[in-house]
């Protein structure tokens, strides 16, 4: 006798969103790799939906007396490798679906890099700039609190992500700590230095996106000396990016943020722009010509870096930009059309599930030295950060040449094979 067909849609109407959305772009993304899965492909199903997804209310008293409610997400949306891993988000525009689509995005990067971990996102719907420093403390440990009881060492390992810190972590671990009864430093990452975090976390991203980079380059033939680099983003990953291209001997001729564009066909001193930058940005630095916005996307460069929001690189703008090689500081700052836009003029594109993952792989590195309380030199650091981003670039282009795909589809099929391969390996129980 056959079982009645059963109904297996979800409830939850993020499950079948706006194609554009990032829920509906990431499943676009299962979509393109599934074809290269071979027999894993009966698993795939599997990364199509979040393991758990936890929704909490965060009240909290505001200084004047009165009570206000925010809502608050952890999602793991998967821990097939390991514990789930990511960072955590207070934004007015956080929202459940968003908060899946980037842990999923989480797994990918974490099996990309091949580090022993799924992936998982956490999120509060607020504006911490309207919060005094004792409100946000007070929404940081209740949050955690409510989201105790997944999170853990073992289980699932929040960082740092938009609108939260080293300090916000700070909270998180010490309110976690209490909670449980003994302090567990591992149970959050990007903390204080002294409070077990690591060396070389601060410049761990903008130092992949070079590491990477200059891997890439290499393998095009592609000279980095003398070299012109145009950075959107000169922030934490953007600047620290620019400085190590700059000591390889490229040239940074363009640089854009938040109050404007700066041009210098000749270079800019990376060193001098970094000094000049502070919280109202480079635009008032008086280095460089100022050039309109959109004229960023035109200047002539080798290498174009985008490092600072996502959906910046539009088809328009791909056709315009003249790089041979894209490296992706910023999370999801191409759109899928300009891919291939991009794809057909034959520019390289280095995804950002692996240009920016030295931030989570020195992530790792914290929650592997909180365990052994045996800390490391920011050498040895680097020196291990770039061996396993090397590994990973080398074992993606490997499989990028085999199938004659894109980085981004090899990115996404090796990290797949991975994750399906530990559900193939551990069964489905019961
Ligand atoms: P940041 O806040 O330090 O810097 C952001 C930069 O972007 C600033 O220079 C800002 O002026 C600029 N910017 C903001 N709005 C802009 C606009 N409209 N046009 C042009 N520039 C604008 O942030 P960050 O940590 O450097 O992160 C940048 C990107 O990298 C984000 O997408 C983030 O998710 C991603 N990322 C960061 C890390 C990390 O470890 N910091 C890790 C992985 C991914």
Same mark, same amino acid.
């Given at each position: 006798?056959?079982?009645?067909?059963?109904?297996?849609?979800?409830?939850?109407?993020?499950?079948s969103?706006r194609?554009d959305s990032p829920w509906? *772009?990431?499943?676009?993304?299962?979509d393109?790799? *599934?074809?290269?899965?071979?027999p894993?492909? !009966?698993?795939?199903?599997?990364l199509?939906?979040?393991?758990?997804?936890l929704v909490? @209310?965060?009240?909290?008293e505001?200084?004047n007396g009165?009570f206000a409610?925010f809502?608050?997400?952890?999602v793991q949306h998967?821990l097939a490798r #390991?514990p789930g891993?990511?960072g955590? !988000?207070f934004h007015?525009d956080?929202?459940?679906?968003e908060v *899946?689509a980037?842990?999923a995005w989480m797994?990918v990067?974490?099996?990309?890099?091949?580090l022993p971990?799924?992936?998982a996102?956490?999120?509060v719907?607020v504006?911490?700039?309207?919060?005094?420093?004792?409100e946000?403390?007070?929404l940081?440990r209740?949050?955690?609190s409510?989201?105790?009881?997944?999170?853990?060492?073992?289980?699932?390992?929040?960082?740092?992500?938009?609108n939260?810190?080293a300090q916000?972590?700070?909270?998180m671990?010490?309110?976690y700590s209490? @909670?449980t009864?003994a302090?567990?430093?591992?149970?959050v990452t990007?903390?204080p230095?002294h409070l077990?975090?690591?060396?070389?976390?601060v410049?761990?991203?903008g130092? #992949?996106v070079f590491?990477?980079?200059?891997e890439?380059? !290499?393998?095009?033939?592609?000279d980095?000396?003398?070299?012109r680099i145009a950075?959107?983003?000169?922030g934490?990953?953007?600047?620290?990016?620019?400085?190590?291209?700059?000591?390889?001997?490229?040239k940074?001729v363009?640089?854009q943020d938040?109050?404007?564009t700066l041009y210098n066909d000749?270079?800019f001193?990376?060193a001098r722009?970094?000094a000049?930058?502070?919280p109202d940005?480079?635009a008032?630095?008086?280095?460089?010509?100022?050039?309109?916005?959109?004229?960023?996307w035109?200047v002539?460069?080798d290498?174009?870096?985008?490092?600072?929001?996502?959906?910046?690189?539009?088809?328009?703008?791909?056709?315009r930009?003249?790089?041979?090689?894209?490296l992706e500081?910023?999370?999801?700052?191409?759109?899928?059309a300009?891919?291939?836009?991009?794809?057909?003029?034959?520019v390289?594109?280095?995804?950002?599930?692996?240009?920016n993952a030295g931030g989570?792989t020195?992530s790792?590195?914290?929650?592997?030295?909180d365990?052994?309380?045996?800390?490391w030199?920011?050498?040895?650091?680097?020196v291990r950060l770039?061996?396993i981003?090397?590994?990973a670039?080398?074992?993606?282009?490997?499989?990028a040449d085999r199938?004659?795909?894109?980085?981004?589809?090899? *990115?996404?099929?090796?990290a797949?094979?991975?994750?399906?391969?530990a559900?193939?390996?551990?069964?489905l129980?019961p």
């Amino acid at each position: 006798m056959t079982s009645a067909p059963v109904d297996t849609k979800s409830e939850l109407s993020y499950m079948s969103p706006r194609p554009d959305s990032p829920w509906g *772009t990431y499943l676009g993304q299962v979509d393109r790799v *599934t074809p290269y899965l071979g027999p894993l492909q !009966r698993w795939v199903d599997i990364l199509k939906r979040p393991k758990q997804a936890l929704v909490v @209310n965060v009240p909290i008293e505001l200084d004047n007396g009165r009570f206000a409610h925010f809502e608050g997400y952890r999602v793991q949306h998967s821990l097939a490798r #390991g514990p789930g891993k990511g960072g955590v !988000r207070f934004h007015p525009d956080v929202t459940l679906e968003e908060v *899946t689509a980037l842990s999923a995005w989480m797994t990918v990067k974490t099996a990309a890099v091949n580090l022993p971990y799924g992936g998982a996102k956490g999120g509060v719907r607020v504006d911490p700039r309207k919060l005094s420093r004792g409100e946000l403390e007070r929404l940081t440990r209740r949050y955690t609190s409510a989201i105790g009881k997944i999170i853990g060492p073992h289980t699932d390992i929040p960082a740092p992500d938009v609108n939260t810190n080293a300090q916000v972590m700070a909270w998180m671990m010490d309110t976690y700590s209490i @909670n449980t009864g003994a302090t567990a430093t591992g149970v959050v990452t990007g903390k204080p230095i002294h409070l077990g975090g690591s060396l070389g976390r601060v410049k761990a991203t903008g130092r #992949g996106v070079f590491v990477t980079g200059r891997e890439a380059a !290499r393998r095009m033939g592609l000279d980095l000396n003398g070299a012109r680099i145009a950075i959107q983003g000169f922030g934490n990953v953007g600047s620290v990016a620019a400085e190590l291209f700059a000591d390889a001997g490229a040239k940074v001729v363009a640089v854009q943020d938040h109050s404007g564009t700066l041009y210098n066909d000749g270079g800019f001193d990376v060193a001098r722009l970094l000094a000049a930058n502070g919280p109202d940005g480079i635009a008032g630095s008086g280095l460089g010509e100022s050039i309109p916005d959109e004229s960023f996307w035109d200047v002539r460069c080798d290498i174009l870096i985008p490092a600072a929001l996502e959906g910046q690189l539009s088809a328009e703008r791909a056709r315009r930009v003249s790089a041979r090689l894209v490296l992706e500081g910023a999370n999801g700052p191409t759109v899928p059309a300009a891919d291939d836009v991009l794809a057909e003029r034959g520019v390289l594109l280095v995804p950002d599930v692996i240009c920016n993952a030295g931030g989570v792989t020195v992530s790792y590195f914290e929650w592997v030295q909180d365990f052994s309380s045996f800390f490391w030199t920011e050498d040895e650091i680097n020196v291990r950060l770039d061996k396993i981003l090397m590994q990973a670039l080398t074992r993606i282009w490997e499989t990028a040449d085999r199938h004659r795909i894109s980085l981004r589809t090899a *990115t996404y099929a090796v990290a797949f094979e991975r994750i399906l391969m530990a559900h193939e390996e551990r069964g489905l129980y019961p």
